[in-house]
């Protein structure tokens, strides 16, 4: 007579330890497709953003956004704040104004200047932005904006990685000082000129450094030992970068001889009594923002 027979224990422990197999193997190759699939999203997040300042810039004279001309120091004959005229306030030219600006305008919302692969605990979207906020007939521009002198404290969508404090956007951009504003800042940026970027190491440190070795940018897209991050150039396009010398950045004059561009590290002269110098690409978050003043002081205010 014909009986129904199972599965052994062997039998069963064995198909268990295929299965075990199985999984190992495919879980790494998994591992791997998030990761692409999140750096993917995270350089059409960059590209998204520039696409935004670039249509800013053709209703606003070619020009990227630029706090300080968004909310200007009094007009000099009228001695009042009025909106579009007046001269640029500089040191509104931050990381958190700039973004902020943006949303309050509805250029993007809150969510595309988190990046999909930040690590960051102190970096979070800002779900609570004031839009109604926004009355240039009271001089406010943005969530947390202050009118020019009334030093209001920091508050709104803040930018403080870095300082203990919180971060609501994950991006680096063009210093906005110098030679570089004048010149990328522009829509007539080319596909030499980085603009936008995923956060890296300080000032875009030596990998012997404990600045780099302990950054939590090699986790965002590469690994503990090595940063890799996205770019977006003027041309609106985005790559991945394993180097802080992109091969598209250019080399610049430095004293008499030409030099590949850390796009992170402020290697060259570009702040001094006139606001004129090199055109160094020098990518970053900022808190501060003073023209005119030493490179130092400067220096002081970029958060890793």
């Known amino acids: 007579m014909y009986r129904k027979r199972g599965f052994t224990l062997i039998e069963l422990l064995v198909v268990i330890a295929i299965i075990a197999l199985l999984i190992g193997l495919l879980l790494p190759a998994l591992a791997k497709a998030r990761r692409t699939a999140a750096s993917l999203k995270d350089a059409a997040y960059l590209k998204e953003i520039h696409q935004s300042m670039l249509i800013y810039a053709n209703d606003h004279g070619d020009v990227m956004p630029l706090p300080g001309l968004i909310n200007r120091q009094p007009d000099l004959f009228l001695g009042e704040n009025r909106a579009g005229i007046g001269p640029e306030d500089e040191p509104k030219n931050t990381s958190r104004h700039l973004y902020s600006a943006m949303i309050a305008q509805n250029y993007f919302n809150t969510?595309?200047?988190?990046?999909?692969?930040?690590?960051?605990?102190?970096?979070?979207?800002?779900?609570?932005?004031?839009?109604?906020?926004?009355?240039?007939?009271?001089?406010?521009?943005?969530?947390?904006?202050?009118?020019?002198?009334?030093?209001?404290?920091?508050?709104?969508?803040?930018?403080?990685?870095?300082?203990?404090?919180?971060?609501?956007?994950?991006?680096?951009?063009?210093?906005?000082?110098?030679?570089?504003?004048?010149?990328?800042?522009?829509?007539?940026?080319?596909?030499?000129?980085?603009?936008?970027?995923s956060r890296a190491p300080y000032e875009g440190s030596d990998e012997t450094t404990d600045d780099y070795k302990l950054s939590q940018t090699l986790l965002l897209h590469g690994t503990k030992k090595a940063w890799v991050g996205n770019v977006a150039y003027g041309d609106n396009h985005a790559e991945v970068s394993e180097s802080f010398y992109p091969s598209l950045v250019a080399y610049e004059e430095q004293g008499g001889r030409l030099e590949k561009d850390n796009i992170f590290a402020h290697e060259f002269t570009d702040v001094d009594d006139t606001g004129y110098g090199s055109g160094d690409a020098f990518l970053c978050m900022t808190q501060r923002n003073y023209l005119g003043q030493a490179v130092s002081a400067y220096r002081e205010a970029l958060l890793q």
């Open 111 to 197: 969510d595309i200047v988190i990046g999909p692969t930040e690590v960051n605990p102190q970096i979070e979207q800002y779900k609570t932005y004031n839009y109604s906020a926004y009355d240039p007939g009271a001089d406010i521009y943005w969530d947390g904006d202050t009118p020019t002198g009334s030093g209001g404290p920091e508050s709104g969508f803040l930018a403080n990685i870095g300082n203990n404090g919180t971060s609501h956007t994950s991006y680096y951009h063009l210093a906005l000082v110098g030679l570089r504003k004048k010149l990328m800042w522009r829509n007539t940026a080319d596909n030499t000129d980085a603009l936008l970027a």
